[in-house]
């Protein structure tokens, strides 16, 4: 599986990845592989303050309905409309058109507790 | 199959409706000229919904093992007794004593059968019982002046279980899982503090579990003060061999229309009485019907939650179950839970070495088997779809959730042994099929009026009405 080393994970599996002081989130490959086909991605407002750990968005796969939580807090400044018509970037792009909010404000604090790839790796080594 | 918009033909229909000269002062632009209504003779309406209804599956058709959900055969003598026309009263009706001693008679009957103190027969569904549950349980700690916030939620559960806690504005907190397939002891003390407001418990569980550690689990609670709900779902397997007030239980709903042979599916109406202890008596919903010097009456309880349903429920239903409790009686109730405990572990311990049991031990009314075992990428979803061809329902596919590849199969009391061989031998059949032939499983449904739904399109890109061309 693909996790690439310029991103962050949380045990969630999340992911999160720094562009100057904009951080984009979305879920990684082995999350959508776990959801299977995602039919429906219910994004939030542009413009809320989330907290870490935070409901950011509802994800609906053909099997289940999963929260997905932030890995920090911050202010959401953009979210992906294009998963409003094509859920499927989700399965099929998850780290690059598959993504889901992006925000400002960042705690840097709050970054040193993901985990790096090399951990992310290891943790789904225990996971299977 | 074609919709009736579909099978239209301009001028085809058979009857003729005399056009009214109606005063209205809707402006012009606002009224409708052409409705666009599919038109047809009569034969062929007709024709359209009997072979509709012949497409359909309920349990008068065959098996039904559709776990958590116990899809028994409900008998007729139920209809009988709902259709006697003396029934047929408005509740207001100074006509009404029979009815309401009806339901008095059925709220004894259900206090006996739990061992629990007082029943409201008000709910309308197992999940509107939670609810009322729920809502009792904040009362009483809002009376006691006691802010808790927390209801203790296996992982197990079923999905209504934390959304009726959510509903109420509590917050649902999970236990795990023990490997036996009960709770896990050590993570109920851990989570357990004076912020709980209780528990809700499914026992058996939906891995059709009896709790080995039920009445630890219940005094867990108790010491903390908080109050033990039971999802009453599975009731089933304890008709008549264990009464859940017996093991702890606060409140508890019952599901009529699964134990209790009612209607189910197709909109029902479905029926989920709630029961309390004495404490609790006080909340239930208004109005209450009681007996007083053998004169049946309604009280009103100022600490009532309040009305949950009109009048007193889905009464039909209430008449079809108290009809099945009086035919099969006392000993016959103790009957439907041994034979539907009996018939699951028949059926396990066949299927056993077959499919792969997550949990395998004694049973009660149903089981999960998983797909672990499966070859060629097979999986639960196919199986399923493949059983249709061999003439049964397909049982609950992947739930519980704690089960990877989940499929819970709920025999019954009321299949014959001869269903269960002939279910166990499809299942046998498939497991070969999906070693020499698995293209038969991944296109299966191959004898359904209707083959493999695409879930995943219909889904991305649902078609939610019918447009013309």
Same mark, same amino acid.
């Given at each position: 599986? @693909?996790?690439?080393?310029?991103?962050?994970?949380?045990?969630?599996?999340?992911?999160?990845?720094?562009?100057?002081?904009?951080?984009?989130?979305?879920?990684?490959?082995?999350?959508?592989?776990?959801?299977?086909?995602?039919?429906?991605?219910?994004? !939030? +407002?542009?413009?809320?303050?989330?907290?870490?750990?935070?409901?950011?968005?509802?994800?609906? &796969?053909?099997?289940?309905?999963?929260?997905?939580?932030?890995?920090?807090?911050?202010?959401?400044?953009?979210?992906?409309?294009?998963? +409003?018509?094509?859920?499927?970037?989700?399965?099929?792009?998850?780290?690059?058109?598959?993504?889901?909010?992006?925000?400002?404000?960042?705690?840097?604090?709050?970054?040193? $507790?993901?985990?790096?790839?090399?951990?992310?790796?290891?943790?789904?080594?225990?996971?299977? | 199959?074609?919709?009736?918009?579909?099978?239209?033909?301009?001028?085809? &229909?058979?009857?003729?409706?005399?056009?009214?000269?109606? $005063?209205?002062?809707? %402006?012009? +632009?606002?009224?409708?000229?052409?409705?666009?209504?599919?038109?047809? #003779?009569?034969?062929?309406?007709?024709?359209?919904?009997?072979?509709?209804?012949?497409?359909? /599956?309920?349990?008068?058709?065959? *098996?039904?093992?559709?776990?958590?959900?116990?899809?028994?055969?409900?008998?007729?003598?139920?209809?009988?007794?709902?259709?006697?026309?003396?029934?047929?009263?408005? *509740?207001?009706?100074?006509?009404?004593?029979?009815?309401?001693?009806?339901?008095?008679?059925? $709220?004894?009957?259900?206090?006996?059968?739990?061992?629990?103190?007082?029943? #409201?027969? $008000? !709910?309308?569904?197992?999940?509107?019982? =939670?609810?009322?549950?729920?809502?009792?349980?904040?009362?009483?700690?809002?009376?006691?002046?006691?802010?808790?916030?927390?209801?203790?939620?296996?992982?197990?559960?079923?999905?209504?279980? *934390?959304?009726?806690?959510?509903?109420?504005?509590?917050?649902?907190?999970?236990?795990?899982?023990?490997?036996?397939?009960?709770?896990?002891?050590?993570?109920?003390?851990?989570?357990?503090?004076?912020?709980?407001?209780?528990?809700?418990?499914?026992?058996?569980?939906?891995?059709?579990?009896?709790?080995?550690?039920?009445? =630890?689990?219940?005094?867990?609670?108790?010491?903390?003060?908080?109050?033990?709900?039971?999802?009453?779902?599975?009731?089933?397997?304890?008709?008549?061999?264990? @009464?859940?007030?017996?093991?702890?239980?606060?409140?508890?709903?019952?599901?009529?229309?699964?134990?209790?042979?009612?209607?189910?599916?197709?909109?029902?109406?479905?029926?989920?009485?709630?029961?309390?202890?004495?404490?609790? +008596?006080?909340?239930?919903?208004?109005?209450?019907?009681?007996?007083?010097?053998?004169?049946?009456?309604?009280?009103?309880?100022?600490?009532?939650?309040?009305?949950?349903?009109? /009048?007193?429920?889905?009464?039909?239903?209430?008449?079809?179950?108290?009809?099945?409790?009086?035919?099969?009686?006392?000993?016959?109730?103790?009957?439907?839970?041994?034979?539907?405990?009996?018939?699951?572990?028949?059926?396990?311990?066949?299927?056993?070495?077959?499919?792969?049991?997550?949990?395998?031990?004694?049973?009660?009314?149903?089981?999960?088997?998983?797909?672990?075992?499966? %070859?060629?990428?097979?999986?639960?979803?196919?199986?399923?779809?493949?059983?249709?061809?061999?003439?049964?329902?397909? %049982?609950?596919?992947?739930?519980?959730?704690?089960?990877?590849?989940?499929?819970?199969?709920?025999?019954?009391?009321?299949?014959?042994?001869?269903?269960?061989?002939?279910?166990?031998?499809?299942?046998?059949?498939? @497991?070969?099929?999906?070693?020499?032939?698995?293209? @038969?499983?991944?296109?299966?449904?191959?004898?359904? %009026?209707?083959?493999?739904?695409?879930?995943?399109?219909?889904?991305?890109? !649902?078609?939610?009405?019918?447009?013309?061309?």
């Amino acid at each position: 599986m @693909k996790n690439p080393v310029n991103l962050k994970y949380t045990k969630e599996h999340e992911w999160i990845r720094i562009d100057g002081d904009i951080a984009t989130v979305g879920i990684t490959d082995y999350a959508q592989d776990q959801l299977t086909d995602v039919v429906f991605v219910e994004l !939030p +407002e542009e413009g809320k303050q989330i907290e870490q750990n935070g409901n950011l968005c509802v994800v609906e &796969s053909v099997k289940s309905v999963s929260d997905i939580f932030s890995p920090i807090s911050g202010e959401i400044v953009e979210v992906n409309k294009a998963l +409003e018509n094509s859920p499927e970037l989700v399965n099929h792009e998850p780290l690059e058109g598959g993504w889901m909010v992006k925000l400002k404000a960042i705690n840097e604090a709050e970054l040193d $507790q993901l985990m790096t790839t090399e951990e992310y790796n290891k943790f789904l080594t225990g996971i299977e | 199959m074609k919709l009736l918009n579909e099978k239209s033909k301009t001028g085809s &229909s058979s009857f003729n409706v005399r056009l009214l000269d109606i $005063q209205t002062n809707i %402006p012009e +632009e606002l009224q409708r000229v052409d409705l666009d209504l599919p038109e047809l #003779s009569e034969v062929e309406v007709v024709r359209h919904y009997t072979n509709l209804s012949k497409s359909n /599956f309920g349990v008068d058709n065959g *098996p039904y093992p559709l776990g958590s959900c116990t899809m028994k055969y409900n008998p007729k003598i139920n209809e009988v007794a709902a259709k006697i026309p003396e029934f047929n009263i408005h *509740p207001l009706s100074q006509h009404n004593k029979g009815a309401l001693e009806i339901i008095y008679q059925l $709220q004894q009957y259900l206090c006996e059968i739990t061992g629990i103190h007082a029943f #409201s027969t $008000q !709910p309308a569904a197992g999940a509107h019982g =939670e609810l009322t549950g729920i809502m009792i349980m904040k009362a009483w700690f809002e009376k006691r002046g006691e802010k808790r916030t927390k209801v203790i939620v296996p992982d197990s559960s079923h999905g209504t279980n *934390p959304a009726s806690v959510s509903l109420c504005g509590f917050e649902p907190v999970h236990v795990i899982t023990s490997q036996s397939g009960g709770i896990d002891l050590g993570d109920l003390r851990q989570k357990m503090s004076k912020d709980v407001v209780g528990i809700m418990i499914t026992n058996p569980n939906t891995l059709g579990i009896f709790d080995d550690n039920i009445l =630890e689990i219940t005094k867990t609670v108790h010491d903390y003060g908080g109050l033990c709900y039971l999802d009453g779902a599975n009731m089933n397997a304890m008709l008549g061999v264990v @009464k859940p007030g017996d093991f702890g239980i606060d409140i508890i709903h019952l599901n009529l229309h699964k134990t209790f042979s009612t209607p189910h599916g197709g909109g029902g109406p479905g029926s989920g009485p709630l029961g309390v202890t004495k404490e609790l +008596e006080p909340f239930l919903p208004n109005p209450r019907i009681i007996k007083e010097n053998e004169e049946l009456k309604f009280e009103q309880s100022n600490e009532s939650i309040g009305k949950v349903h009109s /009048f007193y429920g889905n009464f039909g239903i209430l008449l079809r179950a108290y009809s099945y409790i009086r035919a099969i009686g006392t000993s016959g109730l103790r009957n439907v839970a041994e034979n539907a405990v009996l018939n699951a572990n028949y059926m396990k311990e066949k299927l056993k070495g077959h499919y792969h049991l997550p949990y395998d031990r004694i049973c009660q009314h149903e089981f999960v088997i998983d797909d672990s075992l499966m %070859p060629n990428g097979i999986t639960t979803n196919d199986i399923a779809k493949r059983l249709m061809d061999f003439g049964f329902h397909p %049982p609950t596919i992947y739930f519980p959730l704690i089960v990877k590849g989940a499929m819970l199969i709920e025999p019954t009391e009321t299949e014959s042994k001869e269903n269960l061989d002939a279910f166990i031998e499809a299942m046998k059949v498939i @497991k070969e099929e999906a070693e020499h032939n698995p293209e @038969k499983l991944t296109k299966a449904p191959l004898n359904a %009026p209707i083959g493999r739904i695409d879930i995943v399109h219909a889904a991305r890109k !649902p078609k939610l009405r019918w447009h013309s061309k």
